[in-house]
């Protein structure tokens, strides 16, 4: 039975129970000669904010055009969509669209509701969103509040089904069940996959060189151009799903002749899917970030349709216009340290690229750890160069801790994730930047560049420094930063 029959996804826990939200200690060394196990039942004695799983959710919901995303909860729930209409408006416009909002509604449950049960409310809003609206298709999604008083979303859209004319998916994102944010792409794959793809016998005919990228919520338009522009220098073409994907396009996936992942926390549960019912298979390994990953995904894609040598010879041309383009830029970055913060494999396959351009990884802070890491930690721990791993989903305080005794050259960190370390008069680059490259072999020219500027131009940093204020005592710096890490039961 697969996971999609239900109408539950599962936890990303139970999924992958290795996975990790709690971790501190130096890497390197150690972790080549097996000392540095993350430990998956850890956790805190103290934790200090935390990302729910509705915030990436919402990052993908709002930018499908013609949909409407209908909030059932509390008013305040998943209102950080309000932060990322900025980013939806930027890609429709970028993709050829009228730069349009998102459309984003919530039934606002009340203290009545709690009491009552609020189906009536999601069922009357159904209603009326696709009068409103009339949109291809109402994201209904279950926050916390009707997780807790069992509402059941299913059966609401099931009701009204035959009153409207966008089709409706359920999408379960209860933020209470998972504290691994990654559950976020399960969720919006499990609805998309229960509700958008067709019956294996109705599907498109196979695409002998269509190949599914699957995107992700924070790369941009610049990094899917790179990425079919790579592509096509081997005779492919890619389609990319799920962001800023008509919900029509997406039966098109069941018909490429590969999926590979940009990241592959963020894939795993589709692409299995499709490889399971529609017989597409997969390459989910390497995140197209830096030169040599960015060669190893290209040739994972070859190897699998049969054009190994060319994806290999693609690759090299890439490869040595790349470096030359680099050499000038590659003084200014010698033996600078450098902090990395973001998602598992984001932070780390950026820590191979800062690496190849000649930087020192002091410390990389992931916001959790899964299994599919190991392949790009080992890519890091190679040299024996030791450097801080932290797995922390936020917690600013440990951030904080490590930053003042590392004292890094540069951080580099998500769009809303810069402060603390702007605050300590580091120098700052945003890690992903959806008007900028990132992914490729442009993205890594993109990066050197903008870290250039950054670093030779420290002044703004270097003020926030001085007058730039952090909430904690002097008490709590001279601690060890990881001191509220506990080991789970059983582990050391
Ligand atoms: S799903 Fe839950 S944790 Fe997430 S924003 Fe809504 S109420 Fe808060």
Redesign the pocket.
Known sequence: MSYLDSKIPPLREHRHPETSLAHGSEYGGRRSRGECPVMSRADRSFTQGSI????PALGIMTSLPDTVVL?H??V?????AAGNNVNVRAGRAQRGGAPSDAVWVSTSLGEMNVINGGDAKLREAIVEADRRYSPKVILAVS???P?VIGDDIDAAAEAVKGQVRARILPVH????KSRFMATAYDVIYHAVGRGLMPAPESAPPRDPRAVNVMNVGSMGLADERELSRILESVGLKANFFPVFSDPDSFPRAASAALSVSVCPTHDDYFLGHLEEKYGVPRVIRHMPIGIGNTSSWLADVGEALGLGAEARAAAAREEEALREALSGYLPLFAGKRAFISAGEYRSLATASLLKELGFKVCGIRSFHFDSFAETELGKLSGDGEAFVFNVANVQPFEEANLLRRLRPDLFLGHMHGNSTASRLGIPCQVIYNTGYGYLGYRGAWDLARRLARKLSRPGLYRRLGRFGRLPYRESWYSQEPFSRIRAGEGEA
Do not use: A, D
């Open positions: 729910c799983p509705l915030l909030l909860g509390s305040g729930c998943g209102t950080c926050g916390c509040l997780g994102c209860e933020g209470f």
